[in-house]
């Protein structure tokens, strides 16, 4: 499992200005000019800074680009969604049924599979993420609610999608909590998802994919996280819009 790269994602959301997000990816381009590449970074900005934050990175190798969201159809009359094919050349991932997503948009995990599976089709990574809410895990719902998310997600996935696809952890009550599971409990949910795509693929597909956990990740507990079996990366919210301590999580998780 952990020969793969680990993966560290920053996840923008809505939390910089236009202006703001060009000056965060030049300053994380300045600060990772001498690292080495042990790590895959990605930094999801908004829509509307995509390009200029491309731009920005095409003066380095080391961080790649991208978006928080797409629609399920590849073109249409969708009055401000924004399509796969917009985004086709401009990021190479893509996170899909984030929780706030299907909080505010009632996304179901049916939209979110079928979203997964057009970014595979035009070449970009999708971000999956599954996770309980506080109430799913008081009820002892955690086992049935990610196989759930998970079986919808697979069944329609090829064996080859899984060295694209990530599956992101993410507990929905330690998102923006600044409260994380116990360590054995997220390495718990984590496995389990994987054990759900070995089920499905057998071992060896299984352990193709990467299993990455996001939720009050920051530069004091992204060693711990990130050092656990089975945990491939991190996506990181909060933490991430402050590009030194993003840069910290960085070397937090690849262990210096
Ligand atoms: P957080 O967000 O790091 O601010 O908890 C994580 C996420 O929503 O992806």
Known sequence: ???????VVGNWKMELSHKGEA??????VKQLKTESQEAEIVICPSFVSLAEVADV???SEKVALGAQDVFWEEKGAYTGEVSVMQLRGVVS???VGHSERRRLAAETDEQVTRKAALLMKYGISPIVCVGESAQEREAGETVARLTQQVKV????MPLSALTKIVV????IWAIGTGVTPEMAEMAE????IRKLASERYGREGAEKMQVIYGGSVNASNAREIASEPGVDGVLVGGASVRPMEFVRIIREVIGR
């Open 1 to 7: 499992m952990n020969e793969r790269r680990p993966l």
């Open 23 to 28: 000056e965060a990816a030049a300053s994380l």
């Open 57 to 59: 990175l095409s003066k």
């Open 93 to 95: 991932w893509c996170i």
């Open 153 to 156: 997600l697979l069944a329609e």
């Open 168 to 171: 992101a952890y993410e507990p």
């Open 189 to 192: 949910a984590m496995l389990m």
